[in-house]
């Protein structure tokens, strides 16, 4: 008697998956980089001490209530709730738009505050604030542009596809730039 043998193949990671993990190892090793200059240059004479405003705690509670609309995006996209789905979607998108316009304000209060971020006049610790800060907002940028094309998609009424990849990339990435921050918030707190 001939016995079936089953091997069962491994599981492979979509390509697109696969290059968004890349690309967040890339800006892992970039902010990795202007932190770790940061650290250098902070031991520095004139370097300027200063507390971060207090619009970017509010703004770290914001970016991750995102991470949580995300989050439950996600499953009711899998579970075919498309209502709860974009609903879900729309609060993510506003929540990123609201984080991005608050770390705005927060610079503005420091320059209210007389700490020029860039310019003649600005010192390297701002500067390096200013920079570092900026381009995680571009992170998030892209980001809410991620989430906005999901978003058109979720009220499209003519195509209905329940391919979760998009779903699942956009949420990937959004955890990450959620994560980043939370590093960079607690890295200025606390090493800044």
């Given amino acids: ?16 998956k696969f290059t968004l993990w890349v690309a967040m190892g890339s800006i892992v090793m970039m902010f990795a980089g202007l932190t770790s200059a ?6 520095q004479s004139n370097w300027l001490a200063f507390e971060l405003p207090k619009i970017f705690w509010v703004s770290t509670i914001v970016i991750l209530l995102s991470s949580l609309t995300m989050h439950l995006a996600t499953k009711a996209f899998k ?15 506003a929540l990123g738009v609201t984080f991005l316009v608050m770390q705005y304000f927060g610079f503005m ?5 007389g700490i020029a971020l860039i310019g003649p006049k600005s010192n390297s610790s701002a500067s390096f604030l200013f920079v570092i800060t900026a381009l995680h907002m571009l ?14 998609r979720a009220f499209r ?3 209905k596809s329940y ?6 990339i956009a949420g990937i990435y959004w955890h990450f730039v959620d994560v980043l921050w939370i590093y960079l918030f607690i890295f200025y707190s606390w090493i800044g």
């Fill in 79 to 93: 579970a075919r709730e498309m209502s709860r789905y974009r609903t879900l979607i729309t609060a993510t998108a």
């Fill in 109 to 113: 209060d420091l320059e209210g505050h």
């Fill in 157 to 159: 009424t003519q195509v």
């Fill in 163 to 168: 391919n979760s990849v998009p779903v699942e």
């Fill in 1 to 16: 008697m001939m016995t079936a043998l089953h091997t069962k193949q491994p599981q492979r990671i979509h390509p697109h």
């Fill in 38 to 43: 940061y650290i250098v240059k902070k031991n």
């Fill in 139 to 152: 992170h998030v940028l892209g980001g809410v542009v991620a989430l906005l094309v999901i978003f058109a």
